[in-house]
């Protein structure tokens, strides 16, 4: 089982910027595909983006597409998320999340392992 803290969140205006990070530790980082969610207040959770275990693909949903990127860097057992150009509909937890040996994937359900959440509040 490997253990995921996020990291990043906070307030920031509409058009700017924040990075994520997802720290893992326990069994091998690079046997795991890595994705994030997100869940806004009274929503369910979404999925934004996800990345396979050499880093090589990577999937994002529609309303992120061209604003965030996902990476990951295996030395470091930490993947990524980076937001740009954010915008007030973006405000969530994000969470981060693991799937052993398994392709990157948009469902929730085929992650096995989740961190707690970091906050991102954006202010129009």
């Known amino acids: 089982q490997v253990q995921l803290v996020e990291s990043g969140g906070g307030l920031v205006q509409a058009g700017g910027s924040l990075r994520l990070a997802c720290a893992a530790s326990?069994?091998?980082?690079?046997?795991?595909?890595m994705g994030w969610f997100r869940q806004a207040p009274g929503k369910e959770r979404e999925f934004v983006a996800t990345?396979?275990?050499?880093?090589?693909?990577?999937y994002y949903a529609d309303s992120v597409k061209g604003r965030f990127t996902i990476s990951r860097d295996n030395a470091k057992n930490t993947v990524y998320l980076q937001m740009n150009s954010l915008k007030p509909e973006d405000t969530a937890n994000y969470y981060c999340?693991?799937?052993?040996?398994?392709?990157?994937?948009?469902?929730?359900?085929?992650?096995?392992?989740w961190g707690q959440g970091t906050r991102v509040t954006v202010s129009s």
């Open positions: 990345i396979s275990q050499s880093g090589g693909t990577t």
């Open positions: 999340a693991a799937r052993l040996y398994g392709l990157p994937s948009r469902k929730a359900e085929d992650f096995g392992s």
């Open positions: 326990g069994r091998t980082f690079s046997g795991y595909a």
